[in-house]
C-alpha cells in the first residue's frame, strides 16, 4: 500500500503533476484554487442578491449556484 495515500498535505518538493494524480493533494494545486476563488466570488454576489430577493427567488439562485459550483469545481479537466 502507498504510504503517501494517507499524507494529508502534499510534501514541499512535489510537482503539479504529481499532486494533480493525488486524489486529494488536486486541492492544493494552482488551478483549483483558482477555481475555488471564482466559486467564492460567485456565493458572494449570489448572497448579496439573496438578500433582497423573495423566498422563491432566493431558493431557485441557490441552488443554482450550487449547480454553477459543482460545474466550475469538477475534475474532469
Known amino acids: 500500500m502507498n504510504v503517501a495515500m494517507f499524507i494529508s498535505r502534499p510534501p514541499l518538493n512535489a510537482s503539479e503533476e504529481d499532486k494533480e494524480q493525488h486524489p ?10 483558482r477555481k475555488k476563488k471564482i466559486v467564492r466570488n460567485i456565493w ?6 439573496m438578500i433582497g430577493a423573495p423566498l422563491g427567488v432566493t431558493a431557485v439562485l441557490g441552488l443554482g449556484t450550487t449547480f454553477l459550483a459543482f460545474i466550475i469545481l469538477d475534475e474532469t479537466p
Not at 486529494?24 to 484554487?33: C, D, G, S
Open 24 to 33: 486529494h493533494w488536486r486541492r492544493y494545486t494552482r488551478k483549483y484554487r
Open 44 to 49: 458572494v454576489v449570489s448572497g448579496l442578491l
